[in-house]
């Protein structure tokens, strides 16, 4: 299984960036998925997740900011993020919610002015 998470980089305050979640080796449609976020100097957090039917839960920090969506066609995950704060910054990893798969390599969210 390889999961490759992109669209990261450097954002103002209250601005926005869709990550993305491409998995190769597995089907993502059978599984929940999560979208984590590891901050510097802190354990890696759940900030969202959908299930395979498309229910989806959040994170209170990002509850009402961010969107979580899945595109099966395509083999994979969404994260809309907006409204973003100097507190989401950190490292973005997908994964499944249960019995995690090998984590891949994340992408980089830095929000600053």
């Known amino acids: 299984v390889q999961l490759v998470a992109s669209g990261g980089g450097l954002v103002q305050p209250g601005g926005s960036l869709r990550l993305s979640c491409v998995a190769s080796?597995?089907?993502?449609?059978?599984?929940?998925m999560g979208w984590y976020r590891q901050a510097p100097g802190k354990q890696r957090e759940l900030v969202a997740s959908?299930?395979?039917?498309?229910?989806?839960t959040f994170a209170n920090s990002v509850e009402g900011r961010f969107t979580i969506s899945r595109d099966n066609a395509k083999n994979t995950v969404y994260l809309q993020m907006n409204s973003l704060k100097p507190e989401d910054t950190g490292v973005y990893y997908c994964?499944?919610?249960?019995?995690?798969?090998?984590w891949g390599q994340g992408t980089q969210v830095t929000v600053s002015s």
């Open positions: 994964n499944r919610i249960i019995n995690n798969w090998e």
């Open positions: 080796g597995v089907s993502l449609s059978r599984n929940t």
């Open positions: 959908i299930g395979t039917i498309g229910t989806t």
